[in-house]
Nanobody
Framework: QVQLVESGGGLVQAGGSLRLSCAAS????????VGWFRQAPGKEREFVAR????????NYADSVRGRFTISRDNAKNMAYLQMNSLKAEDTAVYYC????????????WGQGTQVTVSS
């Protein structure tokens, strides 16, 4: 089992920045993919970014590429999402997730953290 807790959300003006954190317990993250997803009101949950367990290769949704950066600190069992140049359309609940098998579904999810960007 992996327990995930997100933090760092809040209210920010358009153009501003936030850094989301994802703290993991129960297992070490170093071998696993970590993803960030988001869900806006009335919309389906969507992929934002992921970082591979081995090699640290990152992938991003087109909508955030160049503005968001995913990273991880395996020593601290943490993952992060640095969000710059925020837009109103980035407003959503952000979730971190872990999958232990690639390819495969993300098996473990945090409770989410709200990000609100005012225009």
């Amino acid at each position: 089992q992996v327990q995930l807790v997100e933090s760092g959300g809040g209210l920010v003006q358009a153009g501003g920045s936030l850094r989301l954190s994802c703290a993991a317990s129960g297992r070490f993250l170093s071998s696993y993919d970590v993803g960030w997803f988001r869900q806006a009101p009335g919309k389906e949950r969507e992929f934002v970014a992921r970082i591979r367990g081995s090699g640290g290769i990152a992938n991003y949704a087109d909508s955030v590429r160049g503005r968001f950066t995913i990273s991880r600190d395996n020593a601290k069992n943490m993952a992060y999402l640095q969000m710059n140049s925020l837009k109103a359309e980035d407003t959503a609940v952000y979730y971190c997730a872990v999958r232990t098998v690639v390819p495969g579904q993300y098996e473990y999810w945090g409770q989410g953290t709200q990000v609100t960007v005012s225009s």
